[in-house]
């Protein structure tokens, strides 16, 4: 097994906070420097003095990842901070969204989720990618997609719609880069206890019951980083760390029609704004 995140010099997008300032600490723990960027800078230079604080280097950065001049420059820094290109990019940099069904959900909603959680992967790899090919020492790209992806439960469609897409462009990028020992992995976790459904596009409601569900039956954001690092060591394309994201996923390949009808009758149950079933 080829140990790709041992000494891996690393840039993680949303490292502020959750998963992404897990991946940070953990990189760190395997003896990499970090550029650890995130739109709140106060919260990136909250992970670095925590890795700093264990011994390791790490960088803080801002970035708002919608913005490919912002993730340019990002770039630019970690290349001139390592002195060299990084060897794994995760792209982790993500927003919750939910609770309104198509047609009453703003279409602003859309515009920032699809911006972030969609444009922000697509413009880390616009941007990363052509600079790991040109490194050629066998770098890494981690997209960190949900279950959400494919699960397509209701009054989630922006979300749904945006981790679809980066199933979608993990996929795509890992047939492109076959050859060239550049590894693509994409995480699609169900409920992990971060601070994700604190978002602003999230209705009260479905919020409210998230963070329940994650408090009861969520991996911790640590664990989940553990895990698709590993994965990415021995060089896997999809990361589905928890059984009930596995079983999901199965039964919608195996029988897509009653699994959608299924979805619509147990989507009536989420809370709405008032927190009240429909």
């Not at 897990?22 to 760190?28: G, I, M, P, Q, V």
């Not at 919608?252 to 009758?265: F, H, I, Q, V």
Request: proline share 4%.
């Amino acid at each position: 097994m080829t140990r790709r995140t041992k000494h891996a010099d690393a840039v993680v997008t949303g490292a502020g906070s959750g998963i992404g300032r897990a991946f940070a600490r953990e990189l760190a723990r395997r003896g990499g420097r970090v550029v650890c960027a995130d739109l709140d800078e106060t919260a990136a230079k909250e992970t670095v003095a925590a890795i700093q604080a264990a011994g390791g280097e790490a960088l803080a950065v801002a970035c708002d990842v919608a913005d490919v001049a912002q993730v340019q420059a990002l770039h630019d820094t970690a290349v001139d901070w390592l002195d060299r290109a990084p060897r794994l990019v995760v792209n982790n940099a993500g927003i919750g969204a939910g609770g309104k069904v198509i047609g009453e959900a703003p279409l602003s909603d859309w515009q920032r989720t699809l911006g972030v959680n969609l444009w922000g992967v697509i413009n880390g790899c616009h941007v990363f990618v052509p600079t790991l090919r040109q490194a050629g020492r066998g770098g890494g790209v981690i997209n960190v997609a949900s279950a959400a992806g494919f699960t397509a439960a209701p009054r989630m469609a922006a979300y749904n719609v945006s981790k679809a897409g980066v199933v979608s462009l993990s996929e795509t990028l890992a047939a492109e880069l076959a050859g060239t020992g550049i590894a693509v992995t994409v995480l699609c976790p169900t409920f992990v206890r971060t601070n994700i459904f604190d978002g602003e596009l999230i209705d009260p409601g479905a919020a409210g019951m998230a963070r329940r569900i994650a408090r009861i039956a969520g991996f911790s954001a640590d664990r989940v980083a553990r895990t698709t690092l590993d994965a990415h060591d021995k060089g896997r394309l999809y990361v589905v760390p928890q059984l009930d994201a596995q079983l999901l996923w199965r039964t919608k390949r195996l029988l897509p029609a009653p699994y959608t009808r299924a979805a619509g009758l147990l989507g009536r149950f989420v809370p709405d704004e008032e927190g009240a079933s429909r």
